[in-house]
């Protein structure tokens, strides 16, 4: 999975529960990204971040928050206020604005669940 | 909004085809594109790309073909196996400062033995 790690890769929640998602990457690289994917569709960018303490909202960042303190790090929060957060969540990373390449390179998900 | 979107939801093969998985995106000014793919319960995984300067881009057992004219782009892989077996996803990309990858929704691919 390209030096990305995120955890749990399954995780359970009740309804009005904050929840944590990690992502860690050593792979040097400066831009992280959230997506959520939901089954049979393409993934969705909630927040990027192109360098440490500076992020970007995504296409879908409502009810979602994230933090970027260190390089290697970029959690997510999903919170409450996000009205239907059960899907599969995926960290990336790239260098960002090598020529005209972005390649970004996923971690393995993290499958969350709304009970 | 621009999106990038795929002809065939699921593509059914025998061991030893060619498959050839397509898709179609809108936005003219997108110059860089991506193939991943995602095995079940999995993150993508980078497959090939090719700029908007290239018609063409050869890798091992694939090759991306690009037409700008109808902006159309496709993957085929050669000697499709079992191991193929997964969802296949375009990406685009536009080069306007930071970038962003614009995803389709994927093409499942099924390779029979």
């Known amino acids: 999975d390209g030096g990305i790690t995120q955890s749990p890769k399954y995780l359970f929640r009740k309804e009005g529960q904050n929840v944590t998602l990690s992502c860690e990457q050593n792979l040097n690289h400066d831009a992280m990204y959230w997506y959520r994917q939901d089954p049979g569709q393409g993934l969705r960018l909630i927040y990027y971040?192109?360098?440490?303490?500076?992020?970007q909202k995504g296409d879908i960042a409502e009810g979602y928050s994230v933090s970027r303190e260190k390089k290697e790090s970029f959690p997510l929060t999903v919170t409450s206020a996000q009205k239907n957060p059960t899907a599969f969540y995926l960290c990336?990373?790239?260098?960002?604005?090598?020529?005209?390449?972005?390649?970004?390179?996923f971690g393995p998900g993290t499958r969350l669940t709304v009970l | 909004g621009e999106s990038v979107g795929l002809h065939l939801p699921t593509l059914s093969v025998q061991e030893g085809d060619n498959s050839i998985i397509n898709c179609a995106y809108s936005n003219s000014a997108s110059d860089y594109f991506i193939w991943y793919k995602q095995e079940s319960g999995k993150g993508p995984q980078f497959i090939i790309d090719i700029r908007s300067n290239m018609d063409k881009r050869q890798g091992q057992r694939v090759t991306v073909l690009l037409n700008k004219t109808v902006k159309h782009l496709s993957l085929q892989i050669a000697a499709t196996q079992p191991g193929d077996s997964a969802v296949y996803f375009c990406?685009?990309?536009?080069?306007?400062?930071?970038?962003?990858?614009?995803f389709g929704t994927g093409t499942r691919l099924l390779v029979s033995p």
């Open positions: 990336a990373s790239s260098i960002p604005d090598r020529g005209s390449y972005n390649e970004q390179f």
């Open positions: 990406a685009e990309s536009e080069n306007t400062g930071f970038q962003k990858l614009v």
């Open positions: 971040s192109q360098i440490v303490n500076d992020f």
